[in-house]
Each structure stands twice: as structure tokens, then as C-alpha cells.
């Protein structure tokens, strides 16, 4: 039975079919990022296990055909295939022979590369940091993702802050609240909201900016498009033991320019809010100046950097450098690109990226050409040397 197994997965057949699975999902993949949108359909299709396809209610005849779903393995499942499929292929082929030297070659740098993509599914982090002319930003943040957050200001030095991620946010949950003694009740959550003015007994909020403004939230259907902002709102409860201290409406609208929504509790007051999630880092960058060049009487623009100094607790990772386009700074681990700026040009965006197997395309794409290389020179020596004795 395990030859039989290690045929099977060691055969060109189930390679085929792979290559044909792949090509398959990316054809309904590019079909559905229309609805969903680039980062959506990424995570849908290619970074899981199991899809189905649903005939789409816009196109014709959508209303009788909404029934029809095509399953089909997702991204996660094809590629373990495709790797276990190269590497038992290589394992059973192997033999250390000159001529085969460039296949082999060829095998190690796609398994390179087919391990690097599962990396950086898994490892990669991607944020923005928007940091102003003059000032300084120790943290970035993403709009893809949420985070309720409790926030002890008590101390002078620093900020004591506790998150839990949206993705917990299911209705009908009690979570801790991390390190404290206090628990969240989720009653609501939405994905994407509308936050109107409450009318009559419709605002279950009792706390905070809700009950004060006569806001409340109105679900909306998420926006999937790739700059949209979608309105991530929850009404969430506070417990200290069985005592409620309260319920808030909390959406990542109600940032600094609406009055701070605290929690009286019995360790001291804390800030409560749902914002973007954010990734603090031990270190502060400061903008010292931000240029946009633009081609001679016209508004478009050719240019846009950022000179920035990097302040560290260690002064020998002190480092000034300037970003723009193409010109990244790799800085703790990070990758800093110029990406925007605000629109009176008085702050800039960095987007900030975490890849821990950020050099394994390159030695895998490497590894790939020098084999393609040595066995196309290999072919055309022996090519030469049969037209020599022809």
C-alpha cells in the first residue's frame, strides 16, 4: 500500500491535475474579485483549505441560478498537493548524475518557492504608518483589520492597553479582558454599519458617546473594493464579576475627534474603543521632511519622499535615511515603502512590511534560472558536438 501511495503521489498524472485544479481557481478567483475585491478573494480562494463558487444573483438568469455552487480546493490544499507531489517525485527520481543536475535544480527551487508563499500567507504583516511633517509615530496600523481595545492612561510614562481582536466579536460572547478582571459581552457586532441618530427605543447603548449623541447603528452589507473602509460597530457590555458597568457603542469612526468613551471600574478608568488593529514597535520614526515633485506645469506627480530618522532606545541603531518610490528602508525587521500622503501634503504614509521569508522568491527564482541555464547549456553543448561530427 505506501508504493502504491508514494506512485500516486509521485506521478505526473496527479501533477497534471493540479495544474489544472490551479487553474481553475484562478479562473473563479478573478471572476468573484469583482464582487469581492483583490484582498478578499485572496483570502477566500487562496489562502484556504476549501471553496465553493456561487453563480452571481447580477448575471442573467442569477435569481433561478443562485442554487449553483461549485466546490473546489482552495489554495492551502493544491499547494500542500503540489508540494508533497515534487517532493516525493524528486525523493523516488533522484541520482546524483551531471545531466539531471539542472532538473533537480529546477524541483528544489519550485518547492522553494511553493514554501516561501505558504511563509508569507502565514508570517507577512502589512500596515500603514502615517507619521506628520515634524512629528514622530512609534506604531502603525491596518484598515483591513479591528481591535476592541480597554486603555489605562494612569500612568505619566506610558499606556497600559488591552486588546481583543474583532475576529472574537461574535454575538452572544463573554470574552476576559486581558490582564484586567473585567469581561466583554458582545450583544452586537457588524462588519460594516451605518451610525444614524436614534430614534425612539432602538439604541440599546446606555454609555458613552450612544447614549449622549442619540447614535445608533444600522448594519450595512461589507464593501469589499479595494479602497473602501468598511464601518466595523459593536455594542458591547462591560462586566466587572456579575455586575454590569454598562453598555457602548463602539465603531472605528469614533476616533479623537468625538469625546473619549471611558469605563469606571474598580482598578481605575480605562478609555474603551473599536479601532484599526495596530502593531506598536520599540522604536519612534520621525519625518524631517516630506517633498512632492511634480512634472513642470502640470499636477502630476513624479516624485513624492520621505526623510526620516529613526529614534531607537539602543543610540547605535540611530539611522536617518530617505524613502521614495522603489527605495525602501529595511529597518528591525521591517520594510518601510513610501506608499501616500495626506492630502495637504503636511504628513506622510509608509506602509509597513513584516516578511520573514521575504529572500526565499529570490534564492528560489535563483536556484530555478541557474538550473533552466545549466540545462539548456548542457542540450546545446551536446548539440554542438553532434553538428561537429555530422
Same mark, same amino acid.
Given at each position: 500500500? $505506501?508504493? %502504491?501511495?508514494?506512485?500516486?503521489?509521485?506521478?505526473?498524472? =496527479?501533477?497534471?491535475? #493540479? *495544474?489544472?485544479? &490551479?487553474?481553475? !481557481?484562478?479562473?473563479?478567483?478573478?471572476?468573484?474579485?469583482?464582487?469581492?475585491?483583490?484582498?478578499?478573494?485572496?483570502?477566500?480562494?487562496?489562502?484556504?483549505?476549501?471553496?465553493?463558487?456561487?453563480?452571481?444573483?447580477?448575471?442573467?438568469?442569477?435569481?433561478?441560478?443562485?442554487?449553483?455552487?461549485?466546490?473546489?480546493?482552495?489554495?492551502?490544499?493544491?499547494?500542500?498537493?503540489?508540494?508533497?507531489?515534487?517532493?516525493?517525485?524528486?525523493?523516488?527520481?533522484?541520482? $546524483?548524475? %551531471?545531466?539531471?543536475?539542472?532538473?533537480?535544480?529546477?524541483? =528544489?527551487?519550485?518547492? #522553494? *518557492?511553493?514554501? &516561501?508563499?505558504? !511563509?508569507?500567507?502565514?508570517?507577512?504583516?502589512?500596515?500603514?504608518?502615517?507619521?506628520?511633517?515634524?512629528?514622530?509615530?512609534?506604531?502603525?496600523?491596518?484598515?483591513?483589520?479591528?481591535?476592541?481595545?480597554?486603555?489605562?492612561?494612569?500612568?505619566?510614562?506610558?499606556?497600559?492597553?488591552?486588546?481583543?481582536?474583532?475576529?472574537?466579536?461574535?454575538?452572544?460572547?463573554?470574552?476576559?479582558?486581558?490582564?484586567?478582571?473585567?469581561?466583554?459581552?458582545?450583544?452586537?457586532?457588524?462588519?460594516?454599519?451605518?451610525?444614524?441618530?436614534?430614534?425612539?427605543?432602538?439604541?440599546?447603548?446606555?454609555?458613552?458617546?450612544?447614549?449622549?449623541?442619540?447614535?445608533?447603528?444600522?448594519?450595512?452589507?461589507?464593501?469589499?473594493?479595494?479602497?473602501?473602509?468598511?464601518?466595523?460597530?459593536?455594542?458591547?457590555?462591560?462586566?466587572?464579576?456579575?455586575?454590569?458597568?454598562?453598555?457602548?457603542?463602539?465603531?472605528?469612526?469614533?476616533?479623537?475627534?468625538?469625546?473619549?468613551?471611558?469605563?469606571?471600574?474598580?482598578?481605575?478608568?480605562?478609555?474603551?474603543?473599536?479601532?484599526?488593529?495596530?502593531?506598536?514597535?520599540?522604536?519612534?520614526?520621525?519625518?524631517?521632511?516630506?517633498?512632492?515633485?511634480?512634472?513642470?506645469?502640470?499636477?502630476?506627480?513624479?516624485?513624492?519622499?520621505?526623510?526620516?530618522?529613526?529614534?531607537?532606545?539602543?543610540?547605535?541603531?540611530?539611522?536617518?535615511?530617505?524613502?521614495?518610490?522603489?527605495?525602501?528602508?529595511?529597518?528591525?525587521?521591517?520594510?518601510?515603502?513610501?506608499?501616500?500622503?495626506?492630502?495637504?501634503?503636511?504628513?506622510?504614509?509608509?506602509?509597513?512590511?513584516?516578511?520573514?521569508?521575504?529572500?526565499?522568491?529570490?534564492?528560489?527564482?535563483?536556484?530555478?534560472?541557474?538550473?533552466?541555464?545549466?540545462?539548456?547549456?548542457?542540450?546545446?553543448?551536446?548539440?554542438?558536438?553532434?553538428?561537429?561530427?555530422?
Amino acid at each position: 500500500m $505506501l508504493s %502504491a501511495l508514494l506512485q500516486i503521489f509521485s506521478s505526473l498524472k =496527479l501533477t497534471v491535475i #493540479l *495544474l489544472s485544479a &490551479s487553474m481553475v !481557481l484562478i479562473f473563479f478567483g478573478t471572476i468573484d474579485q469583482v464582487e469581492y475585491g483583490i484582498w478578499h478573494t485572496q483570502k477566500l480562494y487562496f489562502e484556504s483549505f476549501v471553496v465553493a463558487w456561487q453563480y452571481p444573483a447580477v448575471w442573467p438568469a442569477g435569481e433561478q441560478l443562485t442554487w449553483l455552487r461549485i466546490p473546489m480546493f482552495g489554495g492551502y490544499t493544491i499547494g500542500a498537493l503540489m508540494l508533497i507531489n515534487l517532493t516525493v517525485a524528486y525523493s523516488r527520481r533522484f541520482s $546524483l548524475k %551531471a545531466a539531471k543536475l539542472g532538473l533537480y535544480a529546477i524541483h =528544489l527551487g519550485l518547492m #522553494l *518557492l511553493i514554501v &516561501s508563499e505558504l !511563509l508569507t500567507d502565514l508570517l507577512a504583516v502589512e500596515s500603514q504608518m502615517t507619521v506628520p511633517e515634524g512629528g514622530r509615530a512609534n506604531y502603525s496600523q491596518t484598515i483591513r483589520a479591528n481591535e476592541l481595545v480597554l486603555i489605562d492612561r494612569s500612568d505619566n510614562e506610558f499606556d497600559r492597553v488591552h486588546t481583543i481582536p474583532a475576529q472574537d466579536l461574535k454575538p452572544g460572547r463573554t470574552l476576559d479582558v486581558p490582564d484586567t478582571t473585567l469581561h466583554a459581552r458582545v450583544l452586537h457586532f457588524y462588519p460594516n454599519a451605518q451610525l444614524v441618530q436614534a430614534q425612539g427605543s432602538r439604541n440599546p447603548a446606555n454609555r458613552g458617546v450612544a447614549a449622549k449623541m442619540g447614535v445608533t447603528a444600522i448594519p450595512q452589507a461589507p464593501d469589499y473594493s479595494e479602497k473602501a473602509i468598511n464601518t466595523a460597530t459593536a455594542y458591547i457590555e462591560i462586566l466587572e464579576g456579575d455586575t454590569s458597568l454598562g453598555v457602548w457603542l463602539l465603531s472605528n469612526v469614533l476616533d479623537d475627534r468625538f469625546p473619549a468613551q471611558t469605563v469606571q471600574a474598580d482598578q481605575g478608568e480605562y478609555e474603551i474603543a473599536l479601532r484599526f488593529q495596530r502593531y506598536y514597535h520599540p522604536f519612534e520614526i520621525e519625518l524631517l521632511d516630506f517633498a512632492h515633485d511634480k512634472y513642470p506645469g502640470t499636477e502630476i506627480p513624479f516624485n513624492f519622499s520621505s526623510k526620516i530618522i529613526t529614534h531607537h532606545p539602543d543610540p547605535a541603531k540611530k539611522q536617518q535615511a530617505l524613502i521614495y518610490m522603489n527605495h525602501p528602508l529595511r529597518y528591525e525587521g521591517l520594510t518601510f515603502y513610501q506608499a501616500s500622503f495626506s492630502p495637504d501634503e503636511t504628513a506622510t504614509v509608509l506602509q509597513v512590511v513584516r516578511n520573514p521569508g521575504w529572500l526565499l522568491p529570490y534564492f528560489s527564482v535563483l536556484l530555478m534560472g541557474l538550473g533552466m541555464t545549466y540545462q539548456f547549456g548542457l542540450h546545446f553543448s551536446k548539440y554542438l558536438k553532434k553538428r561537429k561530427t555530422a
